[in-house]
């Protein structure tokens, strides 16, 4: 079997940063994406985006391109389009490439697998034409594709650099429809003297909004009751802003409520999680060095808790070294010391940005009538009739409902499901409240799995 | 605590598909039954299992054993009815027949040589498994693999939506009253004065009567109610596909079964590997090589999720049950085949343990039996 | 509507439900398949309901398409290529005897 110092699971920010620096110290380093080219989705189509792509996208997407560039030139194996589908204890990383399957021993492994949005169950939320705000960004960073006259609902930073992308395109959305509740701002201004520190994030962030307003965008604030219309494609949505019914009809609704890690790897590998109140998110407990529970498991960018892009690349640069060091390679302190710096400066942002964009509670405590397991269409109120019958966590509603027995695995309504059985029981989401995590982590067709012969196998 | 002091007649400690069945039976025969149940991650054989109700090859080794399976098969059609008319939840229990597929003219003759031995073991009433050979198979499977050579058809064999059975359960012992208390590990039960406590992570229950039914989980329990529960970890892992709209599969086998969904369960591997549940992949692979060696319609399909799952065996494979002879009143099921045997459990075993006695009948399952091995 | 910035580039075609589509080289399936309109891309095997791209992203799993006679292949994880034959997909998969799909 082949053998490498690491495997990294992930071509964004971190796992590129990471793999730059493990490999320059001397580290073997296999990096296995199911992309067909590196940048993750901040980065998503860096190698190959136009300039006049590039300019809509801004500087913090052109700065991907250097980190891209150096993980070319770097001495790192790199393989797109790898699906990693297990890994097991013996951190033995099982993938699928070009429709067979291989295994490779790893004396570290690094999951850089990144973030998902947080799911929007609204009523409607299935109907084509419905996305997530970043499906809209990958269309734009990827195709060079914008939708007229789109809606983009919901809170957050990505919300508005969207809506001002799509300004700068010239096709700006029909509306913004705001879902921050009134209050957010004096909640989170006790933590702007911290933010100050990064203050060119406040700053770019007003600048954005100021964009949008400027082109004639019309903005919805404090909106709830958020439903989107239509029969088999999506018409139109309506909600509540200022004491009145709002309806707007378009044909792309573009949903987002901030991102949360991706649980899949360090949920398979049985990592211990711990629930952050912050972020309403899960998240692995980490070392100081980014190692998970699972000796060997270690966690780099946005799957150790949401940092963005700029902190995910230091992220994995220290990781990077720090591997090398542990693994005896000489590393300057001071450049360890460095990079620490920087991302504790990128850190001082995060607590004013989760104050004022925490997602509203309701996002998290859908209707009865909400579908929330997409795949298999189970709704929000079975989930608390499951509950009701004395389910005592996730998986015993996965049993009784099949919700995240479909292909997504539980990918969109894990933390959603976890968060509506919390709620029936009154306390927040506990550490194990979460699917079982199983291979294959994505659908693998049962001919691949036949003709691959790990070793073991008769 | 006050909710605990509830009066209940029996403590069923386990909420799987034996507990739950047991339940059911209990609150049917008049009692007023608790149920604790441990948390949400546990071994849990009742969310692992294949979901055959399955009588051919069973009890080879004990007739008894094959008697009560059959008596169980014979039971769920009516069990069946009345947990779905109770519910309104579609169990998806049929009973076609059940095929085991034989690879080898050695395994062909095993078959043909187990049938012969168990033909009476049912008295007058036929036993029910038969040899076919290819020419039929083919009959019944369009598609099948060119290594089957034939097959043992089962007719009193079946299968069922084990999840929906297991959630089925915990709606009509509701239903019936039952207190289903999850979230309960149970630390510990003793003798209390003229009943039983059991002290859990809610805090102390208490009853006349008390039955242990937690899978691997009794084998702890039982000493300190003078119950004996010798039992053993068998892991076995399935893997299951997307779901398919064609119907694939006219019946059950024993290594490949279609559900209510479309999905096909692939199963099942025999893994000495104590307590873990973890997948093991090169045992995966030689799943889904048998699979398509036998049907390679599946071909198209893709694997969604695998798992792994701890079996609850005795040392001969068959039931355990246990009467206390020291602590009267207590009682310890446990059994590889909480599934098939559901429908005995909740509609005769239940009603004996109401009795407050096993009498004569089960001493075949007695684990008695075990130290006599010991001794020969 | 659906628009793209740029214009020219290298193109591949491919058919969507027999429909010739046009995809710009490094399209996804799902990303021609929005730049042409086509916006339903499949029934839910559940309840039947109409299903398109939700994620982009390869997690939400819902623009499940049958490509080359392979269902159940994300959209928006399979670069467009010429002369792929692309199907919306009706409920779960289907199944002939000799294990096609």
């Known amino acids: 079997m082949r053998s490498v110092d690491v495997v990294v699971i992930g071509a964004g920010p971190a796992g590129m940063s990471c793999a730059v620096e493990a490999s320059a110290a001397g580290l073997s380093v296999l990096v296995l994406d199911e992309n067909p080219a590196p940048g993750g989705q901040i980065w998503r189509g860096i190698e190959t985006a136009t300039e006049r792509r590039g300019r809509i996208l801004g500087p913090d997407y052109g700065a991907g391109r250097t980190v891209a560039q150096a993980f070319r030139a770097s001495k790192a194996d790199y393989l797109p389009s790898a699906l990693v589908w297990n890994i097991s204890t013996e951190k033995v990383v099982e993938y699928s490439h070009r429709g067979a399957s291989h295994q490779v021993q790893a004396g570290a492994v690094v999951s850089a697998t990144g973030a998902f949005e947080r799911p929007n169950p609204l009523p409607g939320w299935t109907l084509p034409g419905v996305t997530t705000v970043g499906a809209l960004q990958i269309l734009l960073k990827s195709a060079g594709l914008v939708e007229e006259d789109a809606v983009l609902v919901g809170s957050g930073p990505l919300l508005w650099l969207m809506a001002a992308q799509l300004v700068d395109a010239g096709v700006p959305p029909k509306a913004v429809v705001e ?33 949008v307003k400027a082109a004639g965008v019309p903005v919805h604030s404090h909106a709830t009751g958020i439903r989107i219309e239509g029969k088999d494609q999506a018409e139109a949505v309506s909600f509540a802003a200022n004491g009145r019914r709002v309806r707007i009809e378009s ?98 942002v995060r607590p004013f940005l989760e104050a004022l964009y925490a997602p509203p509670a309701w996002i998290n405590a859908p209707e009865d009538a909400t579908i929330v397991c997409r795949c298999e269409e189970i709704t929000a109120g079975q989930v608390r009739a499951a509950v009701d019958l004395g389910a005592p966590g996730p998986n015993q509603v996965k049993s009784y409902l099949r919700s995240g ?47 691959y012969r790990p070793e073991g196998a008769k | 605590m006050t909710r605990n002091e509830a009066a209940s007649d029996t403590l069923v400690i386990g909420g799987g598909v034996v507990g739950a069945a047991l339940a059911w039976g209990l609150a049917r025969a008049g009692e007023r039954v608790t149920v604790l149940d441990d948390g949400d991650i546990v071994l849990r054989a009742s969310r692992g299992n294949f979901g055959l109700v399955w009588v051919q090859s069973k009890g080879a080794n004990m007739f008894d054993y094959a008697r009560w399976t059959r008596r169980s098969a014979d039971l769920w059609p009516e069990f069946a ?271 004996v343990i109401a009795s407050g006695s096993f009498g004569d009948r089960f001493a075949a399952f007695h684990p008695r039996r075990f130290s006599h091995a010991q001794a020969h | 509507m659906p628009k793209r910035i ?96």
């Open chain 1, 179 to 211: 879902t921050t509740p009134k209050g957010r701002v004096l909640a989170a201004l006790r933590h702007l003297p911290r933010a100050l520190r990064a203050r060119d994030y406040l700053w770019k962030g007003l600048a954005l909004m100021r964009r």
């Open chain 1, 251 to 348: 044909g792309h609704i573009a949903l987002h409520h901030g991102v949360v890690p991706n649980q899949q790897v360090t949920r398979l590998m049985r990592a211990e999680h711990v629930w952050d109140a912050s972020q309403m998110c899960f998240r692995p407990v980490l070392s100081d060095m980014g190692e998970t529970s699972v000796a060997g498991l270690f966690v780099a960018g946005d799957g150790t808790g949401i940092g963005g892009a700029k902190a995910a690349a230091l992220q994995g640069r220290l990781l990077g070294l720090r591997l090398a060091a542990r693994a005896g390679r000489s590393v300057a302190p001071e450049r360890i010391e460095r990079l620490s710096a920087g991302l504790a400066r990128e850190g001082s």
């Open chain 1, 405 to 451: 027995m479909g292909p997504c695995q539980g990918r969109v309504c894990g933390l959603l499901v976890s968060q509506i059985i919390a709620a029936k029981r009154g306390l927040p989401p506990q550490k194990d409240d979460y699917y079982r995590i199983r291979p294959p982590m994505k659908p693998l067709p049962l001919t691949e799995l036949a003709a």
């Open chain 2, 81 to 351: 009815a009345m947990i779905g008319e109770e519910t309104d939840l579609d169990l998806a229990y049929e009973k076609p027949g059940g095929m085991h597929f034989m690879l080898s003219e050695t395994e062909l003759e095993a078959a043909r040589a187990r049938n012969f031995a168990m033909k009476d073991v049912t008295g007058p009433d036929d036993y029910g498994a038969e040899i076919v050979d290819r020419h039929e198979l083919d009959k019944i499977f369009p598609g099948l693999g060119p290594d089957v050579i034939g097959g043992s058809y089962g007719h009193h064999d079946g299968h069922v939506n084990p999840l929906k059975l297991l959630r089925g359960l915990h709606i009509a012992m509701e239903a019936r009253g039952v207190r289903y208390v999850s979230n309960a590990r149970v630390e510990s039960v003793a003798k209390d004065g003229a009943g039983f406590a059991a002290e859990t992570a809610k805090g102390r229950f208490s009853a006349a009567k008390v039955v242990l039914a937690a899978g691997h989980g009794t084998t702890e329990l039982a000493p300190a109610l003078g119950l004996d529960m010798p039992l053993r970890p068998e892991k076995g892992q399935i893997l299951v596909t997307e779901r398919c709209a064609t119907r694939l599969l006219p019946m059950p086998t024993h290594v490949l079964r279609q559900t209510d969904e479309g999905t096909v369960l692939i199963g099942d591997s025999h893994e000495n590997t104590g307590y873990s549940t973890a997948s093991y992949t090169p045992v995966l692979t030689d799943i889904a090589r048998h699979a398509l060696r036998c049907f390679p319609a599946l071909a198209a399909l893709k694997v969604v999720r695998s798992w792994g799952c701890v079996r609850v065996l005795s040392p001969d494979g068959c039931p355990v049950y246990h009467a206390s002879e020291t602590c009267p009143g207590a009682f310890a099921i446990a059994c590889h085949s909480g599934v098939t045997l559901a429908a005995a459990h909740a509609m005769e075993l239940a009603g």
């Open chain 3, 6 to 101: 740029e214009t020219g580039g290298a193109t591949v075609t491919f058919t969507f439900d027999g429909r010739p589509v046009t995809a710009i080289a490094g399209d996804s399936v799902a990303s021609a398949l929005a730049a042409a309109g086509i916006t339903r891309l499949r029934d839910s095997v559940v309840s039947g309901a109409p299903r398109g791209i939700h994620c982009m992203m390869g997690a939400c799993f819902d623009c499940l398409v049958e490509i080359d006679g392979i269902p159940n292949r994300q959209a928006c994880m399979t670069l467009a290529a010429e002369g792929m034959t692309v199907r919306a997909q009706q409920g779960a998969v289907s199944v002939s005897e000799g294990g096609r799909a």
